[in-house]
């Protein structure tokens, strides 16, 4: 199987910062889970802008194990679609940024974090 992450930057709706965090990590996240070919999800806040403009606060990073992701993906809109997977109106649609990203090199670590 391949391995890709599916990248998503993303804003709350002005005013509703609070919503968007509640549902993105009480229900969003368990509903893109039980899509076939997910295997995990987490969330991260901008800390530090370091080099350019930066115009997102929240990052998502989903792991996909699949021959076919185009088919992975396709059960996020038939998810959407069936009403299993509900948007959020604390989500400014207008602002996510999403990427598939294929792995194409092993994990390295830092030679203190290898195995003994």
């Known amino acids: 199987m391949v391995k890709y992450k599916l990248v998503v930057l993303s804003e709350p709706t002005e005013g509703q910062e609070d919503e968007y965090n509640r549902w993105y990590n009480e229900v969003h996240l368990a509903d893109v889970l039980r899509v076939p070919g997910f295997l995990a999800a987490q969330r991260f806040k901008l800390h530090t802008p370091m080099n350019g403009q930066f115009p997102h606060s929240y990052l998502s990073i989903y792991e996909i194990e699949s021959e076919n992701p185009q ?42 974090q290898a195995p003994a």
């Open 71 to 112: 088919q992975v993906l396709a059960g996020l809109v038939e998810a959407t679609e069936a009403g299993a997977m509900v948007i959020s109106a604390a989500l400014n649609v207008d602002s996510p940024v999403v990427a598939l990203f294929e792995t194409c090199s092993p994990l390295v670590t830092a030679p203190s």
